[in-house]
């Protein structure tokens, strides 16, 4: 069965840093998502991209966040200067059609980013 | 942003019982959406909902779609241990942004 896939599974960089969170989305999707989910708290939303462009953004995501699809089958998400709030699990998710109507999101098993 | 929560924040119970939990929003939502997420994991779908008063099940699991459109809920029937993990609701009026609830915490005791 495909599957949203991320790399790395780990990541761990220096306050300040840049990083890139790498996804894979399910190769006929055609909606991508970044959500993050701070250690013991929920899942939040942070931007949806289709037709190369974002979507939706939510507060969270700030001039810091940038998103990107370099080639026809990454999805990335880079974070500059990072801060230690932003240490996280980072999920990437994907739907074939417009989630909420006719189809949904799957996620992928998220990469866990460590901001020292 | 929208806040969703979720009753109760945490469960012990019996394998064999039955669960049930609840979502609220003080917002209305056009979807609803249930997923399971297992430590150290993404959140797995369960349910999806996308009519005020639709009720759907998926093996022992049902979910509804409240009629006000501001809740949902969600049964297990006859618990077993791989039950186990954290229960989010998440809801939708557009398809592109989804706010997750605080998430039931399931603990199944064999």
């Known amino acids: 069965e495909p599957e949203v896939t991320q790399t790395p599974s780990h990541q761990v960089t220096q306050m300040g840093q840049e990083v890139i969170l790498r996804c894979v989305p399910i190769s006929n999707h055609l909606y991508f998502y970044w959500y993050r989910q701070i250690l013991g708290q929920k899942v939040e939303f942070l931007v949806s991209?289709?037709?190369?462009?974002?979507?939706?953004k939510s507060e969270i995501f700030d001039d810091q966040f940038s998103v990107e699809r370099p080639d026809g089958s990454n999805f990335t998400l880079k974070i500059r200067s990072t801060k230690l709030e932003d240490s996280a699990m980072y999920f990437c998710?994907?739907?074939?059609?417009?989630?909420?109507?006719?189809?949904?999101?799957?996620f992928g098993p998220g990469t866990r980013l460590t901001v020292l | 942003g929208q806040q969703l929560n979720q009753n109760p924040q945490s469960m012990f119970i019996q394998e064999g019982e039955d669960v049930s939990m609840n979502c609220t929003s003080s917002s209305i939502f056009n979807t609803w959406l249930w997923y399971k997420q297992d430590p150290g994991e993404g959140p797995v779908l369960l349910i999806a909902?996308?009519?005020?008063?639709e009720l759907t099940s998926n093996g022992r699991l049902t979910a509804q779609f409240g009629i006000t459109r501001k809740d949902s809920f969600l049964n297990i029937s006859a618990s077993i241990p791989s039950d186990v993990g954290i229960y989010f609701c998440?809801?939708?009026?557009?398809?592109?942004?989804?706010?997750f609830g605080t998430g039931t915490s399931l603990t199944v005791i064999p």
């Open positions: 909902l996308y009519k005020a008063g």
């Open positions: 998440a809801g939708s009026n557009t398809g592109n942004q989804f706010y």
């Open positions: 998710a994907s739907s074939r059609d417009l989630a909420g109507s006719t189809d949904t999101q799957y």
């Open positions: 991209f289709y037709n190369n462009e974002i979507s939706e």
